[in-house]
């Protein structure tokens, strides 16, 4: 039966070789039968710019995707808040698609909205205030105009104030917030949105304007791999 994956939050990098290894095993072996893979943001730790394709891991990446596509698979990328510098150099090397979020598809029949999930996060202000600066084009033409050791330097450093500052967070203030879901499937045609970001995979039904909604929170991939697999029945959650 033809069907479609969804993956998010792999967080690859080479300091987790294991994730790498299912990763590989999960392009080869189910990603193959698929029409389509969607990688809802997030598949690198972190993503510098595209000069970082010179990184064994990074291309080794790129080459298992590009391989994936020519193979009949079609690869669509829509960045998440880690690699939203991913540009068309990676997307070329890696024979994929990029999307821009939100991303509307059919989806055997099913009007279907694909987002990072970033966004939905309403109540995480000093989040989004940072996310609205670093998504501005001249910001990043500065940033990428840097040396790449420098860039990395900089994010490392980004990535452990993010740690220390989500430890401050409230749980609730870092997940989505019901109605910035409703706003979306609201502007963007009901009734399904599928996601990653939080790391806490479900299906959560909201009702909306009188529709009935499904949303699907992809899982992350730090314990083991996880994807969602939908066809023309429906879409099911499935943990490697
Ligand atoms: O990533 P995750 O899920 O652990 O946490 C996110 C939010 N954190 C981030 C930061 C990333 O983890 C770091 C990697 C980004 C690489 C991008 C490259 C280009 C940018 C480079 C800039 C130097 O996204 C976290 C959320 C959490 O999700 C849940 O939603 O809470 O947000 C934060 O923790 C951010 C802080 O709240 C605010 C940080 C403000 C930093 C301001 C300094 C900017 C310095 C710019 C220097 C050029
Ligand atoms: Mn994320």
Known sequence: MKHSLFI????????????????????????????ALYILGDLFEYWAGDDDLADPHHARIAHLLAELSGSGTAI?????????????????ASRARLLSEPARIDLYGTPTLLMHGDMLC????????????????????????RPLAERKAEIEALRRRSER???????????????????????????????????????????????????????????HGSYLRCDAAGCAAIQI
């Open 76 to 92: 669509f990328i829509l960045p998440g808040n880690r690699d939203f510098l991913m540009g068309e150099a990676f997307v070329t």
């Open 122 to 145: 309403r109540d995480d202000t000093a989040y989004l205030a940072f996310r609205a600066m670093v998504r501005q084009p001249d910001w990043q033409a500065a940033f990428l105009a």
């Open 8 to 35: 998010a939050d792999l967080h690859l990098c080479a300091e987790r070789p294991q994730t790498t290894l299912i990763f590989e095993d999960f392009v080869r072996h189910t990603a193959s039968g698929a029409e």
């Open 165 to 223: 500052d989500k430890q401050l967070k409230l749980a609730a203030q870092m997940d989505v917030h019901s109605g910035e879901v409703a706003a979306v499937l609201r502007e963007n045609g009901y009734p399904r949105l599928i996601h990653g970001h939080t790391h806490r995979p479900a299906r959560h039904l909201h009702r909306v304007d009188g529709h009935d909604c499904e949303r699907w929170v992809l899982g992350s991939w730090h314990e």
